[in-house]
């Protein structure tokens, strides 16, 4: 079993940033691919990023390519995805997941294991 814990959420302006964070225990963390999906009110949840077992591929989605980036630092069993230029349209609920996979799925079958998930309101 893995367990994920999210932080960093909260309400921010538009245009401005949050960095997300992501805390893993439970198991080998080296050995799962790890995402970040999100979910808005009455929607669907759709992905947004994920990253290789040792950090060194990424995937983005389009809608956020440019302003989102994920990271992971091994080390501290973490990930992060820096969001900046957020707009309305990022509000949801962003929640972390892992899979043990070596390719990075886009997919929400594909993951096992999930977090609670950390509210992102994007507001004037």
């Known amino acids: 079993q893995v367990h994920l814990v999210e932080s960093g959420g909260g309400l921010v302006q538009p245009g401005g940033s949050l960095r997300l964070s992501c805390a893993a225990s439970g198991r080998t963390f080296t050995n799962y691919v790890m995402a970040w999906f999100r979910q808005a009110p009455g929607k669907e949840r759709e992905f947004v990023a994920a990253i290789g077992h040792g950090g060194g591929t990424t995937y983005h989605e389009d809608a956020v390519k440019g302003r989102f980036t994920i990271s992971r630092d091994i080390a501290k069993d973490m990930v992060y995805l820096q969001m900046n230029s957020l707009n309305a349209e990022d509000t949801a609920v962003y929640l972390c997941?892992?899979?043990?996979?070596?390719?990075?799925?886009?997919?929400?079958?594909?993951?096992?294991?999930w977090g609670q998930g950390t509210q992102v309101t994007v507001s004037s």
């Open positions: 997941a892992c899979a043990r996979e070596s390719v990075l799925y886009t997919t929400r079958r594909m993951y096992a294991y």
